[in-house]
């Protein structure tokens, strides 16, 4: 009898010790890879850790569009979890995120394996001892949760995943800079307070096919302090390209081709505007790997190749902590100084499309197929034929266009939501205690013209042409004052001056400055324009000229009668005007009243 209550006693501690063991598994082992997690799964798991861990703690980082907790798990060795606590330490942080575009799901998945293996299984647990790991598992949880299996028609697996939008149907993968989603605005609190010093952002790409399972890209082409550039490409991307080598990952940098679908035509690649993660992470002076798996190969096989690099990364990082951090201190010291502000500023970069290296390519052979069904051509790959190519890699990038610093940039109290954003975005804002002139250079804008459909929701300024003046300008009591003297003046360039990729110029936050508020009637307009016609002969000279140079002005009433009322003192002299001045000398701005 005895014996048969121990025998029941073994067997319940041994399948209790069996269910514990196997309730660590994830969603993708479970599944041997075929599923993803969910949103559910992610925020159980997460708690899980959290509470079985003191090294684990859960923070809500905020909430989505749609309503729902975003989850941030933050891995110290003695529990640490706030910023201040973290940086007293003198960790270095380290921030990875998954599923900014669900529908690209081995981020969450190899995420949830290596917290867990930090923590719990003890696996890779030294890897806290000089790292502070901020995860995001799931930052788009609205995309998450419109879970289903026809999101990724181009992708091999998992069996269901999320969609690549938020609630709003934004991108997330668009927003660093002009942050219009809720979910954006939490991220860049999170980004500022805790400032990372280095940075991965998990996705999987589409594209042609071709043998590599994962590619990557960091900013190597000229937008981030050239001391960080060079430590990626020579320190840290040999020694991850090398480990992936050995754990039999083919890796390769992200490229495009030079027609698309079509690697025979030749590589390129170019530098990120900062709309994208490690484009916003370089402009911060803080490293940002983008991790693109190829879509084509298995859904298990690109999450084990992303958790073994998110594991190397971290084990070099863990390996080499203080250089880094020195680096970006003195990228951090340099971008404040004045040193920075004298010389032009590259503001826009291009592909040097006469500069290529040969590289080899593992690519798949492929036909290019003359379609009878749409007439156009189309390419069909063939996996089991890998060949190596032998390319042209454009991997060169040459300053397009340079703009001169201010001391300062001022802007208006109107333009609130574009102050706000700055602030979120960790630029330090004063504000005028009093309206005050100020010796400062203004744009007007000329010839404005908009894209036809709405990006990212909004109607985006493409032609960006201005003409630049200095005067004595007066500024309101509370405009907001931008001293370029700080950390954070890429960021800054990047948002006010018009012509950065993505300026808030460019994405429509000034659009309203462009449009006419009054207007001449007819009636008013016909008799004055005779009457200014006959006071100034050059008047008419210029007229005459304008018609005939201008069909469309010829022809147009409107336009004619417009033209006048332009002429007269009745105009807008703010219209098509930058709001946004620019402080030059230093003295100026040093007398400006500040609250
Ligand atoms: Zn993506």
């Known amino acids: 009898m005895k014996s048969i209550q121990f025998l029941i006693l073994a067997l319940f501690l041994a399948s209790a010790s069996l269910a514990q063991e196997v309730s660590w598994s994830t969603t993708f082992e479970n599944s041997d890879g075929k599923r993803t997690a969910t949103y559910d799964e992610v925020i159980e798991y997460c708690n899980k850790l959290a509470d079985a861990s003191p090294k684990a703690n859960y923070k809500v980082m905020g909430m989505s569009a749609g309503g729902y907790e975003i989850p941030m798990m933050i891995l110290n060795k003695t529990g640490l979890s706030t910023p201040e606590d973290v940086r007293a330490s003198g960790d270095l942080v380290m921030l990875i995120e998954g599923g900014i575009h669900p529908g690209e799901a081995e981020g969450t998945d190899a995420i949830l394996m290596l917290m867990r293996d930090i923590v719990i299984s003890g696996k890779h647990e030294s890897l806290l001892d000089n790292i502070t790991f901020i995860f995001i598992p799931a930052f788009n949880v609205d995309g998450l949760n419109r879970f289903g299996p026809y999101n990724r028609i ?299 459909r709405p990006y990212e929701g909004r109607f985006t300024l493409q032609n960006i042409e201005y003409d630049a003046s200095r005067d004595t300008l007066s500024f309101p009591k509370g405009s907001a004052v931008i001293d370029m003297n700080q950390r954070t003046a890429r960021v800054i360039i990047s948002i006010l001056e018009p012509h950065a990729p993505d300026s808030y110029v460019y994405w429509g936050f000034f659009n309203a400055i462009f449009e006419q508020k009054e207007y001449s009637e007819t009636y008013v307009m016909e008799p004055m324009a005779r009457k200014m016609l006959e006071a100034d002969p050059e008047l008419q000279a210029e007229f005459e000229q304008k018609k005939a140079e201008d069909p469309d002005f010829a022809k147009s009433q409107w336009g004619m009668l417009n033209w006048f009322y332009s002429k007269t003192p009745y105009r807008d002299e703010q219209l098509n005007l930058y709001p946004v001045g620019k402080v030059i000398e230093r003295k100026d701005l040093e007398k400006l009243p500040l609250e």
């Open 154 to 452: 181009n992708q091999n697996g998992p069996e269901e995943m999320g969609w690549r939008a938020n609630a709003q149907n934004l991108n997330l993968n668009r927003d660093f800079l002009k942050a219009d989603t809720p979910e954006m605005h939490a991220w860049l609190k999170m980004f500022s307070s805790w400032l990372p010093d280095f940075f991965i952002d998990c996705h999987t790409t589409d594209g042609a096919d071709y043998q590599y399972v994962l590619t990557y890209a960091m900013e190597v082409f000229g937008t981030m302090d050239p001391m960080l550039t060079r430590w990626q490409e020579k320190e840290f991307l040999p020694y991850v390209q090398g480990k992936m080598d050995i754990a039999g990952h083919l890796m390769f940098p992200y490229v495009s081709f030079r027609r698309w679908h079509d690697p025979r035509s030749g590589l390129r690649s170019g530098a990120a505007p900062p709309r994208l993660s490690q484009g916003y992470s370089a402009i911060q002076n803080r490293p940002g790997l983008l991790i693109e798996t190829h879509m084509l190969k298995p859904h298990k096989q690109r999450t084990l190749a992303t958790y073994d690099l998110l594991f190397f990364t971290a084990e070099y990082l863990n390996k080499n902590p203080d250089k880094l951090q020195l680096m970006i201190r003195m990228a951090d010291e340099t971008t404040a100084s004045a040193a920075f502000r004298d010389r032009p500023f590259p503001i826009r970069w291009e592909r040097d499309d006469n500069d290529s290296t040969m590289v080899e390519f593992k690519g798949v052979e492929y036909d290019v197929v003359k379609s009878d069904l749409t007439g156009g051509n189309w390419y069909q790959y063939h996996p089991d034929k890998p060949i190596t190519y032998e390319l042209p890699w454009f991997n060169k990038s040459v300053p397009a266009e340079t703009v001169d610093l201010p001391e300062a940039y001022i802007i208006p109290p109107q333009w609130a939501q574009v102050i706000y954003r700055l602030a979120l975005h960790g630029v330090k804002v004063n504000y005028l205690r009093e309206e005050t002139e100020v010796w400062a250079e203004q744009y007007r804008f000329k010839d404005p013209r908009w894209g036809r």
